[in-house]
């Protein structure tokens, strides 16, 4: 499940469920299940300039999904290049909307001579509104093989800016160039495994699985001149 507020009208709510998009004009009051040929929505975007311009994460299971998105505020539907992989999260950059970073709950992984092992999240980044996707890794191993995890993954741009956050099962990331590289930045945060973010009060709050909720000031991430 995954929800998205139009940036033009926030009463207006789009709801992504395994039964379809369900809409909202009065802040969740009551709810419409909108006429598009879609079921398994894992993820859903709307562009913040033109709020026409919608993304769907589609689940086929089985590890495989896709992309499709909308210029007519759903009348019609493009399908991305983005194929076999499940878009769990979508985000749009908010000064380039031409800009727009998937993810998915699919990390490489690699083992240590130790035992140990390592994981890496996957990032896909668009730079032609979400016609074409292109693979941005977080780390790259040496030994690579494919990892699933049940923890959601999720992308925010904040708001007015290019910088995205990445909350994945496996620690915390931030891109200061709208997607195109990434640091870790999870410090001194105990928790490993997060699933979601949010701003507020000028704080980022991420939600972990099964530990509750950190937040760290906004000014503490942004970058300094």
Not at 40 to 46: H, K
Not at 152 to 158: A, E, M, P
């Amino acid at each position: 499940t995954a929800i998205a507020f139009d940036p033009k009208n926030t009463a207006n709510i789009y709801l992504a469920t395994e039964d379809g998009v369900y809409f909202s004009s009065n802040y969740g009051i009551s709810w419409i299940r909108e006429p598009w040929p879609f079921t398994n929505v894992s993820s859903i975007a709307i562009n913040p300039e033109n709020n026409s311009m919608i993304y769907l994460g589609i689940n086929y299971g089985n590890g495989s999904g896709k992309i499709y998105y909308s210029k007519d505020n759903g009348s019609s539907w493009l399908s991305s290049s983005l194929n076999n992989h499940i878009p769990q999260s979508i985000a749009v950059d908010p000064v380039n909307s031409s800009i727009v970073l998937a993810s998915n709950p699919y990390f490489f992984v690699n083992q240590n001579s130790n035992g140990t092992w390592n994981y890496w999240g996957v990032i896909y980044r668009s730079s032609n509104s979400g016609a074409s996707f292109s693979e941005v890794q977080l780390k790259m191993p040496t030994l690579l093989e494919w990892f699933y995890t049940d923890y959601g993954s999720k992308i925010y741009f904040i708001p007015k800016t290019n910088i995205a956050v990445f909350a994945s099962g496996e620690g915390l990331y931030i891109s200061y160039d709208a997607g195109e590289t990434w640091y870790f930045i999870d410090g001194n945060a105990i928790p490993e495994t997060f699933t979601g973010i949010s701003l507020s009060n000028n704080n980022i709050y991420v939600s972990t699985q099964g530990e509750g909720v950190i937040y760290v000031p906004l000014k503490s991430i942004l970058p300094h001149n």
